[in-house]
């Protein structure tokens, strides 16, 4: 059973960045497609980035060119680095496999909250 843990989040004001990890345990990270996803406050969940196991990536237009998704094999981790966010960036973010596939089991997430 594949296991994630998100981190790095926190508060940060608008304008700010923030680097995700989501460390993945139980399986070989480099075959999967990966996404993240985040769930703000009486929203449904909505995915923010993909990357294949080929490396390409995939942004929702809300974070186009803000936001980064990439992934290091060798570590089993898959980052989200956030540049210029926003207040309506905040949410509880996870990783889990893209949303074309079965998903794993979610982890706890992590809090990104965007405020001055």
């Known amino acids: 059973q594949v296991q994630l843990v998100e981190s790095g989040g926190g508060l940060v004001q608008p304008g700010g960045s923030l680097r995700l990890s989501c460390a993945t345990s139980?399986?070989?990270?480099?075959?999967?497609?990966m996404a993240w996803y985040r769930q703000a406050p009486g929203k449904q969940r909505e995915l923010v980035a993909t990357i294949s196991s080929g490396g390409s990536t995939t942004y929702a237009d809300s974070v186009k060119g803000r936001f980064t998704i990439s992934r290091d094999n060798a570590k089993n981790t898959v980052y989200l680095q956030m540049n210029s966010l926003k207040p309506e960036d905040t949410a509880v973010y996870y990783c889990?496999?893209?949303?074309?596939?079965?998903?794993?089991?979610w982890g706890q997430g992590t809090q990104v909250t965007v405020s001055s």
């Open positions: 139980g399986s070989i990270l480099s075959i999967y497609y």
């Open positions: 889990n496999r893209d949303s074309r596939f079965p998903k794993w089991t």
